[in-house]
């Protein structure tokens, strides 16, 4: 059973940074495709960025490139999502997510994944 558990969110000002953890269970890293998303209030989730495979392959969505950067800690068992240039725009509840891979990051962003953790909200204000 693959299990996620986010870490990480909480308030920060407008302009600043924040990294999110997902600690992972149950999965080879080398093999599942981890993804964040994000839904805020009122919203549509919309799928921030995924990293896959033994070379750590990684997509955006295309608001999120420049800005956001995804990576992968094997020994850990962790992916982190580091976010800079925070907007009040960006508040929402960030979720990691996993599937095993078989269609690749885009379409995992488009249409979800399999695993899910519980969320950790960003808050951005002043």
């Known amino acids: 059973q693959v299990q996620l558990a986010e870490s990480g969110g909480g308030l920060v000002p407008p302009g600043g940074s924040l990294t999110l953890s997902c600690a992972t269970s149950?999965?080879?890293?080398?093999?599942?495709?981890i993804g964040w998303f994000r839904q805020a209030p009122g919203k549509q989730r919309e799928g921030v960025s995924c990293i896959v495979g033994r070379d750590h392959e990684t997509t955006y969505g295309d608001s999120y490139k420049g800005r956001f950067t995804v990576s992968r800690d094997n020994a850990k068992n962790t992916v982190f999502l580091q976010m800079d240039s925070l907007q009040p725009g960006d508040t929402a509840t960030y979720y990691c997510?996993?599937?095993?891979?078989?269609?690749?990051?885009?379409?995992?962003?488009?249409?979800?994944?399999?695993?899910w953790g519980v969320g950790t909200l960003v808050t951005v204000s002043s």
């Open positions: 997510a996993a599937a095993k891979d078989r269609y690749g990051c885009s379409w995992y962003l488009s249409v979800g994944m399999e695993y």
């Open positions: 149950g999965a080879n890293l080398d093999y599942y495709a």
